[in-house]
């Protein structure tokens, strides 16, 4: 199982900020399979507020549920006993990083 870490504007969807852009239809429809393959999902973003709730409403309107918001997995959170403002994930994805192969 690995933890990917998933920016929205500009990864998931084009960067229209504060508006939604076209999906990347590529990108999501792998990350459901790497969910159904059992990998965990965390939408990692600036966004906050309403536009954070429209992000996540596009996302589940595309078929990408997350298992955590901003935040990190229940499972790391006890693992670790603490909460840490760093997001863990053994993949980030965003479009300010270069994409490696994984």
Not at 16 to 23: A, C, D, F, L, M
Not at 24 to 49: E, F, P, Q, S
Not at 55 to 74: I, M, Q, R, T
Request: charged letters at 30%; proline letters at 4%; one cysteine or more.
């Amino acid at each position: 199982m690995k933890v990917i870490a998933v920016d929205f504007d500009g990864t998931l969807a084009k960067n229209r900020y504060p508006n939604i852009g076209e999906p990347n239809i590529k990108l999501i429809n792998h990350l459901i399979k790497r969910k159904v393959y059992g990998d965990k999902l965390i939408l990692w973003t600036c966004r906050i507020d309403k536009e954070l709730d429209d992000a996540v409403e596009w996302c589940k309107e595309h078929g990408l549920e997350f298992d955590a918001v901003n935040d990190n997995l229940p499972e790391i959170i006890e693992a670790w006993d603490s909460n840490p403002r760093k997001i863990f994930a053994d993949i980030y994805l965003d479009d300010r990083n270069n994409f490696v192969n994984w």
